[in-house]
């Protein structure tokens, strides 16, 4: 069957209060080479547990955030890129948020010092560059272009916030717009601007300084757990906790970057990694991915020939799978 093209696909309707009537402007988005990277084979898919379907499809049709919570390591960010390859939206955008992070650097930059030095070297002021040259729009201001499908968002680790941001982001999340200062002051001599996106090389024009989405974006926050939220903001997202995953679901994931290429050897080395991350306290599931790659390199044979090739690999093994806390829990 062919698939539709962009331009003609549509999305299911959301609630009437979360429907943004901005006409779509934006052609479609940049294919995502980090899903590859971070899935593994597209010939290899891991089914997703039920609850994960039911509050995926619930964050669609209702235009909310989903806020995933969990462990370290138990794959919250790669539920971003599940959505999008599946969905076929493009390239995630991804936003890395730390204690230091504000709402103003997730939507926009502007770069006042290098529009003032082009100012003072034009020798006439038409012939200075648009403002637009000095706006570089971060993950969450690309992500509210008026996109004819939505676009992916990961806010990677929304937990390391500063108290603030989660109220910040109250408002943007209801009224899906934001404004653009430096534009909006020079509207009347540049009605249009066009500005840089964070996708790598792209362009979108800008109206009179303020941005509208079309299709609310597809928000996926992860959190560590590291800190309580506001109940407004909570109110507004929808929670996932994904749990520890168990053998099927590692064997799905090795299968996926590695195929079949260990054999047999593969349960054996998800059973010793399940028990170790018992023992510690938890591992991450990209640790075991390390170890498979190391066996697969073709460094560590499947039956070492000697008790020191085996100690080495015992050895490697367990500082491969270190523990995430930084200490191995002591034996019961």
């Not at 039911?54 to 919570?69: G, Q, Y």
């Not at 964070?198 to 959190?223: E, K, L, N, W």
């Not at 099927?248 to 080395?269: K, N, P, S, Y």
């Amino acid at each position: 069957m062919p698939e539709v093209p962009y331009e003609q696909r549509t999305w299911p309707a959301g609630p009437p209060w979360r429907t943004f009537g901005t006409p779509p402007a934006m052609p479609a988005p940049p294919d995502d080479e980090e899903a590859g990277r971070r899935l593994g084979r597209t010939s290899v898919h891991r089914l997703p547990r039920h609850d994960e379907v039911r509050l995926v499809n619930a964050a669609l049709l209702l235009r909310r955030p989903l806020l995933v919570t969990g462990r370290p390591g138990v794959g919250k960010s790669g539920l971003a890129y599940r959505i999008a390859s599946e969905l076929r939206l493009g390239r995630v955008l991804q936003w890395a948020v730390t204690s230091r992070t504000t709402l103003a650097a997730g939507l926009y930059e502007y770069d006042a010092i290098g529009r003032a030095q082009a100012g003072h070297t034009a020798s006439r002021p038409a012939e200075a560059p648009s403002t637009g040259n000095y706006v570089q729009l971060g993950p969450l201001g690309t992500a509210l272009l008026p996109y004819r499908l939505p676009r992916v968002l990961l806010i990677d680790e929304i937990d390391k916030c500063d108290i603030d941001l989660p109220n910040d982001l109250l408002t943007l999340f209801e009224d899906g717009y934001y404004e653009i200062p430096p534009l909006i002051r020079v509207k009347t001599q540049e009605p249009t601007a066009v500005v840089h996106t964070a996708d790598p090389g792209q362009t979108a024009t800008v109206t009179a300084g303020v941005v509208r989405c079309h299709a609310f974006p597809v928000i996926v926050m992860t959190s560590n757990g590291e800190r309580e939220f506001p109940e407004a903001f909570m109110r507004r997202c929808l929670r996932l906790d994904i749990p520890e995953p168990d053998a099927a679901a590692l064997g799905e994931m090795v299968a996926a970057h590695f195929g079949d290429l260990l054999g047999a050897r593969q349960d054996r080395l998800i059973e010793e990694f399940m028990r170790r991350s018992d023992r510690v306290g938890g591992l991450a599931a990209d640790q075991l991915l390390n170890a498979v790659h190391l066996i697969a390199a073709g460094h560590f044979p499947e039956n070492p020939d000697s008790p020191a090739a085996a100690e080495e690999w015992t050895t490697l093994l367990e500082s491969v799978w270190h523990p995430l806390g930084g200490e191995e829990a002591a034996p019961e």
